[in-house]
């Protein structure tokens, strides 16, 4: 659906292309961290998936989440040496930026 689509491997490429931005060693002073603030923003978009959706087949619905999944277990590869830190200001906006795209991803799949 859509983890093995083009767009995902490209924003995954472009992921890759962007740990620079995690190579920082200036921590946050929060108390989230990278995995809260990924699964949280996944789980969010999902939710908003199904509720924009309501007429989706359960099928379709469970195979979302597996796909959901999917994409937290691979931002949990690619970010694994910060995933329990807290993400800076700057790590933030792009991790939420780049989960948004990834839900665009969902939303054209879907209709």
Known sequence: MVVESEGYIA??????????LFETQQQSSGEQTIEDLVSGRVAG???A???QNPQLDPKLRFMIMQEADAVVADLEEVLSAVWLRAPTPAQQAFLEEFIDLIKNLFDGAIS
């Open 11 to 20: 924003l995954i490429e472009y992921l890759v292309e962007s740990l620079g």
């Open 45 to 47: 978009n999902l939710m």
């Open 49 to 51: 998936i199904c509720e």
